[in-house]
C-alpha cells in the first residue's frame, strides 16, 4: 500500500521560479526523506527530515513537515533546467527505516528553460 | 568509490527462464534492498537484508529469492520469470541505523528487465 503520495503528478514551471511538490502520508512515522530521480537513473537521497524537525533546509531546498496534518512539502527555489526529475517521498516501513522504505509514485517536475 | 553497483543493466528472458541480478556495494553497509519500479509508480520493497546471512520480505516478495551471502553483496534470483515480472529492478544500501544516522538510502543505478 502507499504510504507516502505526492501532487501534483506532474508540474511545469518556468526557470528561475520556485516549485512546490507535496507529499502526505497515513501513519505515524520517525523520518520522511526525499529523492530525485533523473531519467533512466537512480534515486538519490535529498534530505531528511526527522518527526520532531518542522522545517530544514539544504542548499536551494526546504524541507517542512506537519505531523499533525501527516503532511511534508518540498521547495526548490530559483529552479534550473538541471533540476528537472523525478521527486519522491519514502517513510520507513517502521522505526527508522531498517526494514525498507515506503515511496510515493513521485512528482514530474519539468523545468522549462 | 564507486557506491552501489548493479549487474547487469539490461536483461530481456523469456518466459520461464531463471536469472540472477547481483548488487555490490563499498561503503560498508550493513542494510541492503531490492525494489522494483513500474511505470507512473513509485519503488515497492521486495526483499531486504540487515546483515550478512539475513534476508528478510519486503512489500512484493513473491516470484523472487534473495541471498546475502557476503556483506558487500545482495543477489535477487528469479527461478522462473513471467512477464508480470517485467520492470527495473533496484538495489540500495544504507548504514546501521541509530538516533543519529542519517539511515538514507544509496541506490544502485537500476536493472531493466524484459520478460518476454
Known amino acids: 500500500s502507499q504510504q507516502g503520495e505526492e501532487d501534483p503528478q506532474a508540474l511545469s514551471i518556468q526557470e528561475g521560479e520556485n516549485a512546490t511538490m507535496n507529499c502526505s502520508y497515513k501513519t505515524s512515522i520517525n523520518n520522511l526523506q526525499w529523492y530525485r530521480q533523473n531519467s533512466g537513473r537512480g534515486l538519490v537521497h535529498l534530505i531528511l527530515?526527522?518527526?520532531?524537525?518542522r522545517e530544514k533546509h539544504s542548499g536551494r531546498l526546504r524541507v517542512t513537515l506537519d505531523t499533525s496534518k501527516k503532511s511534508s512539502s518540498l521547495l526548490i527555489t530559483a529552479s534550473r533546467a538541471a533540476d528537472t526529475a523525478s521527486y519522491f517521498c519514502?517513510?520507513?516501513?517502521?522505526?527508522?527505516?531498517?526494514?525498507?522504505?515506503?515511496f510515493g509514485k513521485g512528482t514530474h517536475l519539468i523545468i522549462q528553460p | 568509490n564507486a557506491g552501489v553497483t548493479q549487474t547487469p543493466k539490461f536483461r530481456v528472458l523469456k518466459t520461464g527462464q531463471s536469472m540472477t541480478l547481483l548488487c555490490a556495494q563499498d561503503?560498508?553497509?550493513?542494510?541492503m534492498y531490492w525494489y522494483r519500479q513500474d511505470p507512473g509508480m513509485g519503488l515497492r520493497l521486495i526483499h531486504y537484508s540487515v546483515g550478512e546471512g539475513t534476508t528478510a520480505k519486503g512489500e512484493v516478495p513473491d516470484g523472487y529469492n534473495v541471498s546475502r551471502l557476503k556483506k558487500q553483496n545482495f543477489l535477487l534470483g528469479l527461478e522462473s520469470a513471467a512477464p508480470s515480472q517485467t520492470s527495473v529492478y533496484f538495489c540500495?544500501?544504507?548504514?546501521?541505523?541509530?538516533?543519529?544516522?542519517?539511515?538514507?538510502?544509496?541506490f544502485g543505478p537500476g536493472t531493466r528487465l524484459t520478460v518476454t
Open positions: 527530515i526527522r518527526s520532531n524537525e
Open positions: 540500495a544500501s544504507s548504514a546501521a541505523r541509530g538516533y543519529r544516522g542519517l539511515n538514507e538510502q544509496y
Open positions: 561503503m560498508n553497509h550493513e542494510y
Open positions: 519514502a517513510t520507513p516501513h517502521s522505526g527508522g527505516g531498517a526494514d525498507g522504505l515506503t
